[in-house]
């Protein structure tokens, strides 16, 4: 039962039917949902072990970071609904750390994420062809002077919708190279085509860079020949060159390149001035004319130095277990995995440079699933203990000193950054 509430936990944040299905707009099935699921989960016999990664201690501290972060406004109302919306999450992500202890559920949640997403990237590309089931409307754009197709919930941003699409296009590449069944292999093909041809038609630039970066790394992770893994890299150094280049070329006669330098220095501004815990999830807004086209800018002025220390203690975790898993003596049968997660966080790491995906939902599901990865994966290696935990040294404290260092290391960029531009 927990399971197939959590699938359609799942499903809900993603596909939200409540949102455009008439009869159901308005409902709202996922509180009631989550009511019904914490009524099962305090009944069920299942181990109720909310840290079993060094990233759920992390994703922990995220939660809370948020909720910490609104106090300083004194507006209860909006306290206690970004507590909840909090909590939604929090729920999904914990759910799936409790619930995923067989590896025939983590396969089966991993399949239906990409199919809940590529039904998104097809609704998508049905918007351009004027088939709106959504009823979400297209948005021009018209600095470009095009027409860019969008979601709902989560994705009702072309920016945001690339980049969510962007998980189908490794997944989808692993099981076209390790099918060995023609349809199995079709069917992989379909959803590779229908998630680029979404991206291109969001006609995104950081989407279209973040799919680079996904393509790139997919190689990266899915080759097996050291040789060709350093040319992976030096290949994707020299389109990082290239790129900064001719993005920096003539920056400051570019309003828009201009407007985000703009709002990356009044972040700086809002950490200075709220150091701890931040002005406030989603108050950045109230306080700029424009968004920070940053996720880490984000993190650092909406939660301050505990809430950026959260997110990037997640990355951390997140890449340990990556790199772990390319290990050669682990189980061939787990390499579509490895590296779909591991080319989608590579996507994600760099399109966060340049757009807002601080509190991005399938950003934190994959998290939560890289840690059932890794334990099902590294099963039969020292990195997972007795109890089931996950490198079980650093997940038992806070504090970590790599954590820290890419922490502090964000923090000098940035800085760095506006003092030479700005």
């Known amino acids: 039962m927990l399971f197939s509430g959590l699938l359609i936990f799942i499903f809900l944040q993603i596909i939200r039917p409540q949102d455009f299905v008439p009869g159901l707009q308005g409902v709202r ?31 922990g501290m995220f939660f809370v970071a948020i909720v910490l972060s609104t106090l300083a406004l004194f507006w209860l109302s909006y306290v206690v609904d970004t507590a909840i919306e909090a909590m939604k999450t929090a729920l999904m992500y914990y759910f799936i750390v409790m619930v995923i202890d067989k590896e025939d559920r983590f396969e089966k949640t991993i399949w ?81 085509i229908v998630s680029i041809y979404c991206i291109y038609l969001t006609k995104s630039r950081g989407g279209q860079v973040a799919l680079a970066a996904s393509l790139a790394s997919w190689l990266y992770f899915w080759a097996r020949n050291p040789k060709r893994k350093r040319q992976v890299i030096i290949f994707a150094i020299t389109g990082v060159i290239a790129v900064a280049v001719v993005q920096s070329t003539g920056y400051r006669e570019d309003d828009s390149a201009m407007g985000r330098v703009e709002a990356w220095a009044e972040g700086w501004q809002l950490l200075k001035s709220h150091p701890i815990i931040g002005v406030g999830k989603g108050q950045f807004r109230e306080h700029h004319k424009r968004d920070t086209h940053s996720s880490y800018v984000r993190a650092s002025a909406e939660l301050g130095l505990l809430g950026l220390y959260a997110f990037m203690g997640m990355i951390y975790a997140v890449g340990l277990t990556i790199l772990n898993l390319q290990k050669s003596n682990i189980d061939n049968k787990w390499r579509p995995y490895s590296a779909g997660f591991g080319a989608y966080f590579v996507s994600y790491i760099a399109a966060s440079a340049f757009s807002t995906r601080t509190y991005d939902l399938v950003f934190l599901i994959c998290v939560a699933l890289t840690g059932a ?50």
């Open 29 to 59: 099935l996922v509180l009631y949902l989550m009511v019904v699921l914490l009524i099962g989960l305090l009944f069920s016999p299942i181990e109720k072990k909310l840290i079993r990664s060094p990233q759920d201690k992390y994703a």
């Open 373 to 422: 990865l890794g334990r099902f994966a590294l099963g039969d290696t020292d990195e997972v203990s007795t109890e089931g935990v996950l490198f079980p040294a650093q997940t038992a404290h806070l504090w970590n000193k790599n954590v820290f260092g890419i922490t502090t290391a964000v923090l000098v960029a940035w800085y760095l950054f506006l003092r030479q531009v700005w």
């Open 112 to 192: 239906a994420i990409v199919i809940f997403m590529g039904l998104v990237a097809l609704m998508g590309v049905l918007q351009h062809y004027g088939y709106d089931i959504t009823g979400a409307g297209m948005v021009a754009d018209p600095g470009k002077g095009v027409w860019q197709i969008k979601g709902i919930g989560n994705f009702d941003n072309p920016n945001d919708l690339a980049y969510s699409a962007i998980l189908i296009v490794p997944f989808a590449l692993g099981f076209l190279f390790q099918s060995k069944a023609f349809m199995g292999r079709f069917i992989a093909l379909i959803f590779l």
